[in-house]
């Protein structure tokens, strides 16, 4: 994106915007994994990566060593179309059992919108340590928890990565 991607304008408001606008009716326990000052002008906690260049998982890492809780909603920066309704199944669905809950359709599972157990924090340092970044690989070693939803659905759970799904974005809206 050339830019912070939870920054991204869409619909003339950033992707963070979005995401916290979904998250509000749920909890305002709301932190942000970020090392960038350009997020300042938003009132929560801001926490840098404990690690860093560790994509996805270091934030993970990051998020659940701050936590205080057992179970976290992690949710990546760069989904602009995330709403209060799937958030709220995917946590009304949610086992204990589980050490990670995630959203998955036949083509695709979502491991950046999910439910963390705290408990996971020396797995992933493991992995982070032998550089094993990869998000599924994470999952499948873990007791988890997929929430199958409809093929239509991914696209409200899908991550923006480039000015041209953006822009393929925007066109499926009008």
Do not use: R, W
């Amino acid at each position: 994106m050339q830019s912070e991607k939870g920054l991204v304008l869409f619909q003339e408001k950033p992707f963070i915007e979005h995401i916290i606008q979904a998250i509000l009716p749920i909890t305002d326990k709301i932190k942000l994994i970020t090392g960038s000052k350009e997020y300042d002008y938003l009132q929560y906690e801001k926490i840098p990566d404990l690690v860093l260049d560790k994509g996805p998982l270091g934030g993970i890492y990051t998020a659940l060593s701050h936590s205080e809780t057992e179970f976290n909603l992690i949710l990546s920066c760069d989904i602009p179309l995330i709403s209060t309704e799937l958030l709220q199944e995917l946590i009304s669905k949610h086992t204990q059992e589980a050490k990670i809950t995630v959203f998955a359709s036949e083509s695709k599972t979502h491991p950046l919108i999910g439910i963390y157990s705290k408990s996971i924090v020396p797995t992933i340092k493991e992995a982070i340590e032998a550089n094993k970044l990869k998000m599924m690989d994470l999952l499948q070693k873990l007791p988890h928890q997929i929430i199958n939803i409809e093929e239509s659905e991914n696209f409200h759970l899908t991550n923006i990565n480039s000015a041209d799904e953006l822009n393929d974005l925007n066109i499926n809206l009008i």
